[in-house]
């Protein structure tokens, strides 16, 4: 069991903001950086938000983080059908020295 | 362009061992920690273990402390698991990613099936 949790699913209708929330606790993000990874159906994920809120060069500005806390977030303005995939954030644990990912959204576009 | 590339998965049995390779190339491997994660069948992404650059500090989840050994060879740009003691619940796809607490660049990963 993940020590990063992260609501199962989360879904809207083309064009519309989609938020997704993830936490975790004093040793992991509450003292970390937060990285998010998008994995498409049948792919192997791929980098889409590092240290809280930048993105890799090719990421579309429509994906943006941010971190209050031990917690973050992951937003989706103006969703798309490409981007129906599965999420994950993760951080680095101070206590189990080692890197922890959360539970995983799925997100859909209704 | 990153390019990494796992090899060595495949059928065992329980009790089995298994080493996963991972070629690297399109950076300077040796300045880099490398990762393993991997994810069973419909489940989420778990982190496994990695080591640093030059391979001196390893890391390993609670899960595989004991039954697998992390290592590398950088003069071949290459990484390794060694998975000892295998059980069912370590079916999964691995895959090798380069960072250590932003592990960014992932390959297509390898799968290991741990069956009677």
């Known amino acids: 069991q993940s020590v990063v949790t992260q609501p199962p699913s989360a879904s809207g209708t083309p064009g519309q903001r989609v938020t997704i929330s993830c936490s975790g606790s004093?040793?992991?993000?509450?003292?970390?950086?937060v990285n998010w990874y998008q994995q498409l159906p049948g792919t192997a994920p791929k980098l889409l938000i590092y240290s809280n809120n930048k993105r890799p060069s090719g990421v579309p500005d429509r994906f943006s983080g941010s971190k209050s806390g031990s917690s973050a977030s992951l937003a989706i303005s103006g969703l798309q059908s490409e981007d129906e995939a599965d999420y994950y954030c993760a951080a680095w644990d101070d206590s189990l020295n080692g890197y922890v990912f959360g539970t995983g959204t799925k997100v859909t576009a209704l | 362009e990153v390019q990494l590339l796992e090899f060595g998965g495949g059928l065992t049995q329980p009790g089995g061992s298994l080493r996963l390779s991972c070629a690297a190339s399109g950076f300077t491997f040796s300045n880099n920690a490398m990762t393993w994660v991997r994810q069973a069948p419909g489940k989420g992404l778990e982190w496994v273990s990695a080591?640093?650059?030059?391979?001196?500090?390893?890391y390993y989840a609670d899960s595989v402390k004991g039954r697998f050994t992390i290592s590398r060879d950088n003069s071949k740009n290459t990484l390794h698991l060694q998975m000892n003691s295998l059980r069912a619940e370590d079916t999964a796809i691995y895959y090798c990613?380069?960072?250590?607490?932003?592990?960014?660049?992932w390959g297509q990963g390898t799968l290991v099936t741990v069956s009677s």
């Open positions: 080591i640093s650059g030059r391979g001196s500090d390893t």
């Open positions: 990613v380069k960072g250590l607490y932003t592990p960014d660049s």
């Open positions: 004093s040793s992991n993000i509450g003292s970390n950086t």
